[in-house]
């Protein structure tokens, strides 16, 4: 059992990507030659193809307008506080649904710009959050 577990486990984990993963390595090191890469650490490689993982989220709050809000009142004050507390991916989904991105970097948020609108909803409790990706605009209900 054990030398079908192990021979298992080298096929899917090894033997079944093998072609896929030469191609990918192939096309990998024909637009990244590894004189390149070489010298950079594993941590700072993947930074480089990535980008910045953690975000100063108080940058995308500063550039933030509002409609039919002012910056401090309790429901913008509420959404911040919350926003802050979320994990970083959770954020990142939020600002995917306002901005229809699907990554975005560190300058992207410094020049990023969306807008916070009342929908002005009869009853805003039974309205949830959404948004508009094209113009940038996420209607919060009080």
């Known amino acids: 059992r054990k030398e079908y577990v192990d021979l298992y486990v080298n096929y899917v984990f090894n033997e079944s990507i093998q072609k896929p993963f030469e191609d990918f390595m192939r096309g990998?090191?024909?637009?990244?030659?590894?004189?390149?890469?070489?010298?950079?650490?594993?941590?700072?490689?993947?930074?480089?193809?990535?980008?910045?993982?953690?975000?100063?989220?108080?940058?995308?709050?500063?550039?933030?307008?509002?409609?039919?809000?002012?910056?401090?009142?309790?429901?913008?004050?509420?959404?911040?506080?919350?926003?802050?507390?979320?994990?970083?991916?959770?954020?990142k989904m939020l600002l995917g649904n306002i901005s229809g991105l699907l990554s975005f970097s560190q300058p992207f948020l410094e020049h990023f710009w969306f807008c916070i609108v009342d929908p002005l909803e009869e009853n805003p409790d039974e309205v949830c959050l959404s948004a508009n990706t094209c113009s940038h605009i996420l209607f919060l209900p009080r």
């Open 28 to 91: 990998f090191l024909r637009g990244c030659p590894t004189t390149y890469w070489k010298m950079f650490f594993p941590g700072e490689l993947q930074t480089i193809l990535e980008g910045h993982t953690k975000f100063d989220w108080h940058l995308l709050e500063k550039n933030v307008r509002y409609s039919c809000y002012k910056k401090r009142d309790q429901t913008i004050r509420n959404f911040w506080a919350v926003f802050h507390k979320l994990p970083e991916e959770k954020k």
